[in-house]
C-alpha cells in the first residue's frame, strides 16, 4: 500500500472486492473519520477511488476530511463522479434530443457522431405522460395509457432509439411506476461493483438525476440529488459535477410518534422546520435514537420532499432498518455485501457516534400532530384540528357559501371550498405500504358503513409502482378502494405532477361561471398555485389517508371531530374517528400481504415494457431522423452555428426587463408542465402546424420541441409579472409600454438586438428541477436574471445554459433600489468576473443613472467556463472536439 492510497481488500462469501477504506485517514492521523457524518465519508470515498492527480489530488481528499471535522468556513470545490444517472421522460427526452443533436454537430464537424454515448450508467423511466384522462371506470388505467402512447407515440420512438442506438442506457417502460419508487425498490444497490483491471471494485452508490425528488433515494443511504438536466447530460459525457463541499445539517430525531402519525405528518412537519432554517446549498443527515422509529419508507418520505425544505439531499445512513428493507424487496444478496461493506469502511450507522456537524437541530417526533400542507406551499403545514379556521379565513369562506350548485339535487352541493380533485399519487406516499394499506382500510370501513364521494369530485388511485396493486388486490382492499371510486388510473406521477387530467365539463364551466374557489387534496409533494390544475386554486398535501376522508368529506372547510363526513346506511352520523384504521391493524396488514414475491415477479422484466412498447418501431442508426414536421421532436437550436472559437462574453447594454417577478416564483410558474391553452402562444403555433387544441397534449410531453416550450416560457396564467396587472404570460413591451404576450416581445426584443434581463425575488426558482426553465429564457434572449435569492437546482440551470445569475445585495431588491421596470439595464466588465464577484448595474430612465451593485451567483471557476462558453454542452463539445 502505497502512503497516499486508501485501497484495500473485503472478502465475501469467497468474492474478492476492492474498497478504498476512508477509516485508513485515521490511522495515518489524518482525520478522526468516525466523528465526521456519514454523507461527508461518502464524499470523501468518492474523492479517494477517483483520485488521478491531475482533477483530484490526495491533498482534496484530506482538505475534505478537514473541512467536516472542524468548523471551516470557507468551502472547497470538489470534482464529485456519481455512480450513476437517473431520468424520467419529461427531463429525459429534451437530454435525448440534445444528444442527438450533438451526434449532428459532430457528423458535420466531420468526427465521429458515435463518440457522444453515455460514459456512465444511465436509467430512463418513462413516468411522467400518462394522465388522469378516465377515472370512473374500472378499467381506467388501460384506457389512460392507450391515451399515452396515442399522445406520445413519437416521443416514446425516441427514447427506444436511444435504448437501441446509446451505451449505458437503459429504459423502463410506461406503466411501469415512477422512476423514485423504482429506483428505490429495484435499481438502487447501495453499494455498487464495477470490474476494472484490477479486479471488482465495491462502492458507495451515488447518482444525480432529472428530477428533484431524486434525493427520495437518500433513504436507503444512497447519496444523489436533483440536478438541471444540461449538468445531467455533462456527467453522462463523463465530466465530474463540481460542487463546493456543503455543509452538513444533522437532524436529531428524538421520541417516537404516536400511534396515529403517519410518514406524511412528519414529512410536512420537518418541511415546515427546515424552511425557516434556511437549509439550501446544505445536506441534511438524520440522526438520532428516533430513528429507530422510522421504517425505510417513513424515511423515503421525509427524503423524497427534501426539495420542499430546500436541502441538497436529505440522508439516512445505512442501518439494520436498510438491510431489512433490501431483504424484503427480493434483494438479500446486495444486502450481504452492504452490510459487509458498510461495517468494514465505516458507513454503518450504530447511533453511538459522536458526529460533528455543521449545525444540530432536534426534532421530538412525539410532539407531530397529524397535519396537511398549503394552500400554495408544502412548508405552510397545518394541524388537522386548525384546518377549517386556517381555510375559512384564506378563501373567506363564511361569507361565500351561498353560490350551491346542484343539478340533480344530491346530498352535497359544489360550492367555495368544495374538493373537486382527490389524489392518491406520487412516489412520496405510494412507495410506503403503511399509508398505503391505511387507507384502503379506511376505504373499507367507509364502504361498510355506506359512507360514498359526493358527485362533483374526481378520484384517482396512481400507484408508484406495480407492486402496490399487487398488496392492495391480494389483500382484498383494492376492491373497497374501487367500491369508493378510486379506481386504478396508472403508474405513474400523474396528479402530483400536473396530469390531473380534465374536470367534468359542466364542473369546470360552473367554477369558471360562479368564480369559484375549488380545492384539490393529494398525497404528493408539491402544490403550488395552478400545478394541480389550472381552475383549481387550493391544493393541500396530505397522507393517503386523509385524501380518502376528505374526497368523502367532498370539502375542505370540515371540523373532524364535531362534524360528521356523512351519513350510514341507518341514517347515524359517521365521523373521521369512526373510519381511522388502528395502527396494529395497519402493521398487521403490511406484515402479510406485502410479500418479497411482488418486487420478484414485478422487476424480472422491467425493461421488457408491455406490447404497446414492445410493438413501437424505431430505426437503428447513429445519427437520429428529425422529422422537420413533427410537433414533438425538432433538432434544437442550441448548437446552431457552433464554433470552436470561445468568443470574449459581451457586456450587457442598454437591456430592458422582459420580466418584474416577485418571491417564490417556481419553475412551473417559468416553464409550465400542465395544460396549453389555445389562445397563448405555444398553443397558436400548435393550431398554425396543423394540431387540433385536443391534440395538444401537455407542456411536459412536448419538451423535445423548443418551439413549444420557447413560447410557453413564463406562460403561466398564475405567474405574477410586476409590470403588468393583468392574466400571467404577458408583459409590457418598451419603450412602446404595449402590452404583449411574453414570447411575443421578447422576439420583437430579439429583432431590435436588444438584451434582456428579468428580475427577481426571494427563492427564484423553487420547484422542479426543469431544464426548460433554464433553456426557454436563454431562447428567449435573456442574458441575466437578477433576484434576491435563487433556489439551488434552476440557479445552476441558467448556468448550464449560459444565462447569468445575479443576486442584490443584502437588503436590496428591485423594490429598495427604487426600480420601475421602464428602464435599461447595462452591466459592464462581464468578461473579468470571478465567482461570487461584485458587478455595477446601471439603471438608466430618462437620461439619469441609478447604480447598485449585484454579486455573482457563480460559485466556481468551471461556472465561469460554462458562461464564457455559453453553456456546459458548448463547453463539453468543444472539450470533446479539441480531445
Known amino acids: 500500500m502505497t502512503n497516499h492510497s486508501l485501497k484495500q481488500k473485503l472478502v465475501l462469501n469467497s468474492q474478492e472486492y476492492i474498497v478504498h477504506n476512508i477509516n485508513l485517514l485515521e490511522e495515518k492521523g489524518l482525520a478522526r473519520i468516525n466523528c465526521l457524518p456519514f454523507a461527508a465519508r461518502v464524499l470523501i470515498e468518492n474523492l479517494a477511488r477517483n483520485m488521478d492527480s491531475k482533477t483530484i489530488q490526495w491533498s482534496d481528499i484530506v482538505t475534505a476530511a478537514k473541512f467536516y471535522e472542524t468548523d471551516t468556513k470557507t468551502s472547497e470545490l470538489i470534482a464529485f463522479y456519481p455512480a450513476r444517472v437517473l431520468m424520467q421522460d419529461f427531463t429525459g427526452v429534451p437530454a435525448v434530443v440534445d444528444f442527438a443533436a450533438m451526434r449532428d454537430a459532430l457528423k458535420t464537424a466531420g468526427l465521429d457522431p458515435g463518440k457522444i454515448n453515455p460514459l456512465v450508467p444511465v436509467d430512463l423511466v418513462i413516468d411522467h405522460s400518462i394522465q388522469v384522462d378516465h377515472f370512473k371506470e374500472k378499467n381506467s388505467f388501460f384506457l389512460n395509457a392507450q391515451k399515452e402512447y396515442e399522445r406520445n407515440k413519437e416521443r416514446y420512438q425516441l427514447l427506444k432509439w436511444a435504448q437501441k442506438n446509446f451505451d449505458n442506457f437503459r429504459v423502463v417502460p410506461p406503466e411501469s411506476g415512477i422512476c423514485h419508487q423504482i429506483n428505490l425498490e429495484y435499481l438502487a444497490k447501495v453499494i455498487s461493483t464495477k470490474q476494472t483491471k484490477n479486479g471488482l471494485l465495491a462502492f458507495p452508490d451515488t447518482l444525480v438525476g432529472t428530477d428533484s425528488h431524486t434525493t427520495m433515494i437518500n433513504a436507503l443511504g444512497v447519496l444523489g440529488w436533483g440536478v438541471g438536466g444540461i449538468e445531467a447530460e455533462a456527467v453522462m459525457l463523463g465530466q465530474p459535477y463540481y460542487m463546493n463541499l456543503p455543509q452538513i445539517i444533522g437532524v436529531n430525531f428524538i421520541g417516537k410518534p404516536q400511534k396515529q402519525i403517519t410518514s406524511t405528518d412528519i414529512a410536512l412537519y420537518v418541511t415546515n422546520i427546515l424552511r425557516k432554517e434556511n437549509v439550501v446549498e446544505k445536506i441534511v443527515e438524520y440522526t438520532g435514537k428516533g430513528l429507530k422509529h422510522l421504517t425505510l419508507t417513513d424515511r423515503a418520505t421525509i427524503s423524497n420532499m427534501s426539495p420542499e425544505y430546500g436541502a441538497t439531499a436529505g440522508f439516512f445512513p445505512v442501518d439494520g432498518q ?56 408544502p412548508q405552510d403545514r397545518i394541524s388537522l384540528s386548525r384546518v377549517k379556521e386556517r381555510v375559512t379565513k384564506i378563501f373567506d369562506l363564511e361569507n361565500r357559501k351561498k353560490i350551491q350548485i346542484n343539478p340533480e339535487n344530491k346530498p352535497q352541493a359544489l360550492t367555495n371550498g368544495s374538493v373537486v380533485i382527490a389524489a392518491i399519487t406520487s412516489c412520496t406516499n405510494t412507495s410506503n405500504p403503511y399509508v398505503m394499506i391505511g387507507a384502503g382500510l379506511a376505504a373499507k370501513k367507509a364502504v361498510e358503513k355506506g359512507l360514498f364521494i359526493p358527485w362533483y369530485v374526481k378520484p384517482s388511485l396512481s400507484p408508484g409502482s406495480r407492486v402496490v396493486l399487487d398488496y392492495l388486490k391480494g389483500s382484498g382492499l383494492m376492491d373497497y378502494f374501487q367500491e369508493l371510486g378510486f379506481n386504478n388510473t396508472g403508474f405513474g406521477c400523474m396528479t402530483c405532477i400536473g396530469n390531473s387530467g380534465p374536470l367534468d365539463p359542466f364542473i369546470e364551466e360552473s367554477i369558471k361561471t360562479h368564480d ?159 395544460a396549453i391553452p389555445v389562445d397563448y402562444p405555444a398553443g397558436k403555433y400548435l393550431v398554425e402546424n396543423g394540431v387540433k387544441p385536443w391534440e395538444f397534449n401537455s407542456y411536459g410531453s412536448r419538451r423535445g420541441n423548443h418551439e413549444v416550450m420557447m413560447r410557453g416560457t413564463f406562460a403561466n396564467i398564475r405567474i405574477k409579472n410586476q409590470l403588468v396587472s393583468d392574466i400571467g404570460g404577458l ?152 480531445a
Open 516 to 674: 369559484l374557489d375549488v380545492m384539490s387534496v393529494l398525497s404528493g409533494n408539491r402544490n403550488f398555485e395552478a400545478r394541480i390544475h389550472q381552475d383549481v386554486i387550493g391544493n393541500f398535501l396530505m397522507s393517503p389517508i386523509l385524501v380518502v376522508i376528505y374526497a368523502i368529506a367532498g370539502r375542505i372547510d370540515i371540523d373532524f371531530k364535531s362534524e360528521p363526513l356523512g351519513f350510514s346506511k341507518d341514517k347515524s352520523p359517521v365521523f373521521m374517528k369512526d373510519i381511522w384504521p388502528e395502527a396494529d391493524e395497519i402493521n398487521h396488514f403490511v406484515e402479510t400481504y406485502v410479500q418479497e414475491k411482488f418486487f420478484k415477479d414485478q422487476y424480472a422484466n422491467i425493461f421488457k415494457g408491455d406490447k404497446l412498447w414492445q410493438e413501437l418501431e424505431v430505426d437503428e442508426s447513429t445519427t437520429f431522423k428529425f422529422n422537420k414536421d413533427s410537433s414533438y421532436i425538432r433538432n434544437p437550436p442550441f448548437f446552431k452555428d457552433f464554433s470552436l472559437d470561445l468568443p470574449d462574453l459581451e457586456d450587457i447594454k442598454d437591456a430592458r426587463a422582459l420580466l418584474v417577478l416577485g418571491d417564490s416564483v417556481t419553475t412551473d410558474h417559468i416553464s409550465p408542465a400542465g
Open 731 to 882: 408583459t409590457l413591451k418598451f419603450p412602446e409600454s404595449k402590452l404583449e404576450f411574453v414570447f411575443d416581445a421578447s422576439r420583437k426584443y430579439q429583432n431590435e438586438n436588444t438584451d434582456l434581463v428579468v428580475f427577481g425575488g426571494k427563492e427564484y426558482g423553487t420547484g422542479s428541477s426543469r431544464d426548460w426553465a433554464a433553456k426557454g429564457p436563454s431562447l428567449l434572449g435573456i442574458k441575466a436574471v437578477i433576484a434576491t435569492s435563487f433556489e439551488r437546482i434552476h440557479r445552476s440551470n441558467l448556468v448550464g445554459m449560459g444565462v447569468l445569475p445575479l443576486i442584490f445585495k443584502d437588503g436590496e431588491s428591485f423594490e429598495t433600489i427604487g426600480l420601475k421596470g421602464d428602464e435599461t439595464f447595462e452591466i459592464s466588465n462581464l468578461n473579468q468576473i470571478q465567482p461570487n464577484g461584485v458587478l455595477k448595474v446601471k439603471a438608466i430612465k430618462n437620461g439619469k443613472e441609478k447604480i447598485f451593485h449585484v454579486i455573482v451567483k457563480l460559485n466556481t471557476d468551471i461556472e465561469i467556463d460554462y458562461i464564457k462558453n455559453g453553456g456546459i454542452l458548448h463547453y463539453v463539445l468543444r472539450q470533446m472536439i479539441k
Open 322 to 377: 436498510t438491510l431489512n428493507y433490501l431483504k424484503k424487496t427480493n434483494r438479500s444478496e446486495t444486502a450481504a455485501l452492504v452490510e459487509a461493506y458498510c461495517k468494514a469502511c465505516g458507513f454503518f450507522n450504530t447511533y453511538d457516534d459522536d458526529i460533528h456537524f455543521s449545525k444540530k437541530i432536534n426534532i421530538d417526533l412525539s410532539l407531530i400532530e397529524t397535519s396537511v400542507a398549503g394552500p400554495s406551499r
